[in-house]
């Protein structure tokens, strides 16, 4: 999470994105459907 980073990084979440683009793809399916 984004504490590791200081109080500035509190409420945050840190992603990388240094992925092929389907396992991009694949994710943001995923989050999406965790967040509806």
Known sequence: ????FGK??????R?????PV???DQALV???QALS
């Not at 500035?8 to 979440?13: A, D, L, N, P, R």
């Not at 992603?15 to 992925?19: K, V």
Request: contains cysteine; proline residues 0%.
């Open 22 to 24: 389907g396992t991009l």
């Open 1 to 4: 999470m984004g504490i590791a």
């Open 30 to 32: 995923r989050i999406k």
């Open 8 to 13: 500035e990084g509190s409420g945050f979440v």
């Open 15 to 19: 992603l990388n994105l240094g992925c």
